[in-house]
């Protein structure tokens, strides 16, 4: 899982949560968010909605 940091702007992830390239904090990121049984939302960032979509489809398919 990437973990992001919290920051005052908001969160700042460093690498790709589907590939581990490190990301730019000056660049645009796509993200995808999951919410647990318990109600805990978490975030990804991904470097291109590629690798986002690769890793959408790999957790649809854990389900």
Sequence with gaps: ????????????????ANCGAEL?????Q???TRESESGALS???FCDESCRDSYTRALDAEE
């Design 30 to 32: 796509p993200i995808s």
């Design 24 to 28: 730019g904090t000056d660049e645009w």
């Design 1 to 16: 899982m990437n973990e992001g940091e919290d920051t005052a702007d908001g969160t700042e992830f460093d690498y790709c």
């Design 43 to 45: 975030f990804d960032a």
